[in-house]
């Protein structure tokens, strides 16, 4: 088979496994498009995050110690003028068996036109293969916010999301997903569509520069 008809096998199948989500998410269904992209190497990355029908977009650096901490810094571009934000987050690796995996992630934002806050958004879910090259999941992410500000904490909201990603090649890897926010009584609040795009340069010099990246 083709690399462009298991691509195509594998959105219709998250989308047959998206089916009973869509009509309940229908009435908050958004023409939000969110659109990601990362090129990483071994330590080192970026990336960005572009959106139809929002105004807002990301440019992402990223940095990981090693196989279980990593950091980000993104510098994030609102349209209204004077609302840029700085993000900060660290995150750890701590649970991983079988499918299911737990993260811990702290952040730190900088908000050029309200408070500063601390959030801790654990992510925990399952990745499974369903085809050779092709991976669907499911993720959580509840989103617990202090504002310095009003010296105040809570538990905000909760990101969920379905999707799959699929190898195209041994260095692309293409996805799609549907994120849908519950707020802090659980009740749905947004529901939109999002694509990601991930490229791993570190592959690329052992497959066409031999061991150390060098011509042969």
């Known amino acids: 088979m083709s690399s462009f008809n298991k691509i195509l096998t594998e959105i219709i199948l998250v989308f047959a496994i998206a089916t009973p ?16 992209f990362t090129v990483d190497g ?63 992630r702290i952040e730190y934002r900088i908000k050029e036109s309200t408070d500063d806050v601390f959030r801790f958004r654990p992510q925990t879910g399952f990745k499974f293969n369903v085809l050779e090259k092709a991976k669907v999941y499911y993720v959580i992410e509840p989103h ?45 609040e947004l529901a939109f569509l999002g694509t990601r795009v991930e490229v791993t340069i570190d592959k690329f010099s052992r497959l066409y520069g031999g061991k150390n990246g060098q011509s042969n």
Do not use: C
Request: charged share 25%; net charge positive.
């Open 21 to 36: 989500v869509i009509p309940a998410a229908a009435k908050d269904w958004s023409d939000r498009v969110q659109n990601n």
């Open 42 to 104: 071994k330590h080192w990355g970026f990336g960005g995050r572009f959106y139809f029908n929002y105004g807002t977009s990301q440019m992402i650096l990223r940095y990981k110690f090693d196989d279980s901490w990593a950091s980000q810094y993104r510098y994030v571009m609102k349209s209204d003028p004077g609302a840029n934000e700085h993000w900060f987050r660290l995150q750890h690796k701590d649970i991983r068996f079988k499918e299911f995996f737990w993260n811990s």
């Open 144 to 188: 617990w916010e202090y504002n310095f500000g009003k010296s105040r904490g809570r538990f905000k909201f909760t990101q969920h999301f379905l999707g799959f990603d699929g190898k195209l090649n041994k260095n692309v890897t293409l996805g799609s997903f549907i994120e849908i926010d519950t707020n802090d009584n659980w009740e749905m």
